[in-house]
Structure formats: structure tokens, C-alpha cells
């Protein structure tokens, strides 16, 4: 199986204003190396608990009500933020780092709850169909270091869960994590490929992690959709050298509303924000199941290739340029397909 270059990404949120300039906002884990979803948004009815989640290895699921300690591996309070009990939708709104939601855009605002004691952080969110956003129950979800992507099927797990059946998991670390770049959750469940999404990341330079993650949602890509997108782009010229997808450098990714409820945007366009040093090229799902150059389907989705490490991106609709995401090189991935969103917010 030959190997890519790949990245993981977080996923920015940009506001469109009446004069056409993006007011770019970092993404989930609210810094600049993270993947997933910009706001740590939402929350649900049932917020901060879960059904039939287990975990196992270096992790556990009850929560506890004690405050952490603040030292250095611990971020600041947050003057002037929310206080337990309430309403959030980023974590940043709460005194203490802690707005608990399982999904990034939920029906009902999160709630602003105690820290892990000890410096200890929590991820907690939803895993998801990639293509219908449809929960996928009983996956496996395996939290692995940066360093880990270089192989993630053999990488040394650092929390492990298995989602309820609405496709949520909770887990705590016993100790403060402590990776550099960040970790990446990795998904597996029956009829689905191994598939990569950014969790959480340092907040600052220094290296400290929120006590709660804020990426909250998941994917994972149905081995019938990738078999589909597999024959789809066969006989594309451009893509041969990166064909079988599995094998080589391509990030799949779709756009949506940043608002509730995420809305899958069609007619968007990904494109680099410096065009004159990247190699980018992507290509976009139709609604009749073919690939083109020209824009996003309803779905929403796309699958880049030759994206360089810490190549910016923005995603153009009508026009203007609504959205964008960032990312960074994490090495060579064998045998898993990474996702991301890309989100954008319209005035």
C-alpha cells in the first residue's frame, strides 16, 4: 500500500458581510492546530450524559464535579465567561473551559459544567455517517497522537470508547495529555472504513489543552461510498496517480452552515488562499454521483488532492468567500480516510 501526505485540519468559520471580507475564527479546540468544527457549539436536551458508553484503556466516563487545578498545564479561568449551569455555545463562554454538548450544531444551547480535576481533559461528541450525517452506533473511537497517524491502525491508543446508540461516547484521560500538536480520533465500525477526524489540540503556544474538547463531531465513510467514489473517479486522468483513494493523499471534506442545523452547502468552491504555491486540485460530488471541477453537490462534498502542509483554504459561494480552513502536516497515514468540514456563516 503505498503511502501520502496528509494533513489534519481544523475548520474555520468566516463571517460574509455586506463588504465581502471574511472574518476568519479559528476552529474546534478554539486554536490553530486543531480538526474539526469552529465553535464548540450546542448542546442537546440530554447534555452531559450518555447511554451504554464504555471506554477502556487510559480513560473513564463518569464525570467529576471538581474543579481542576490551575497551573500550567492548566488554561486560565476565563474572566467574565458563564458560570456552571449555563447556557453556552463555545467552550470560551464558560468560566471554566466546559460547555458540554455532543454535537456541534444542536437543537439546544450546551451547558457550562466543572473541569476534570487535575489538568485532565474530556472528549465528548457524536460519531457520524460522513455522506447522511446519520449516527453510527457500536464504532469504536480511538484517540491517538500526532505522532500516531504515521500508522494509525497500529498507533498506541490514548482513550478508547464505543459509541451509545446515538452514536456519542464520553471519555476523560487520567493525566493531562500532552501531545504538541494535538490528537486525532480514529473511527471504526462494521461496513465503514477507518476513518480520521481532528479532536483537540494545545490552546496556546505553552501547550495546554482545553479540559474539554471542543471538536464534537465525528465521521466516519461507508465502504460502499468509497467503492462508489472509487469507480466514480477511475477514469479521471487527473486523479489516476492518486487512485484507489485509500491509498494516497486526499482529504474528504464537505461544507455546511455553521448555524443549526449544518446545513450542506451546494455550489461551493474550495480553493487555496495562495494559489501561486499550491498544487491543489479537488473535485466535487454531483448529486448524480459523478465527480466534476466546478463545485460542491447538495452534499456538500468534496475530496481534495496535493493539499501542502499548512496550505489555507477558503470556500467561495456566489462569488464571495464565506469560509475557510487551515491546516497543518502531520506525516504519512496508512489505511484511514481523514474528514473534515469546512463551515460557513452567511449575514
Known sequence: MSKGVVLTWLTATATCTDSGEDEVADAQGESSADGGDEADPGGTEESGTTESVESTGAAGTENDDTVGEVGELCPDVVTGAGMLGDPCTLNTECETWVCETFETHPATPGVCASPPPGCRSRVMGTVED??????????????????????????????????????????????????????????????????????????????????????????????DDLSDWNMALMGDPDVAEHWPLEEHNVIFAFVREYDYPGTRVAGAVVVPVAPEKSNLMVRYLGDDGTFNANATGSSGISVLFNAGPGESLTVEVDGGAPGSAMGYQVGVSVGSLWTIALEVTFE
Request: charged letters at 15%; aromatic letters at 8%; glycine letters at 8%.
Open 130 to 223: 460522513f455522506t447522511t450525517d446519520l449516527p453510527i452506533a457500536g464504532t469504536e473511537v480511538v484517540l491517538i497522537e500526532s505522532a500516531g497517524v504515521l500508522n494509525p491502525e497500529v498507533a498506541e491508543p490514548v482513550l478508547t470508547a464505543i459509541t451509545d446508540a446515538m452514536g456519542r461516547f464520553d471519555v476523560t484521560s487520567e493525566e493531562p495529555f500532552t501531545d504538541a500538536l494535538g490528537l486525532v480520533a480514529r473511527m471504526r465500525a462494521p461496513g465503514y472504513y477507518s476513518s480520521l477526524t481532528g479532536a483537540t489540540a494545545p490552546t496556546d503556544a505553552n501547550g495546554v489543552y482545553p479540559p474539554l474538547a471542543a471538536a464534537h463531531d465525528y465521521w466516519a465513510i461507508h465502504e
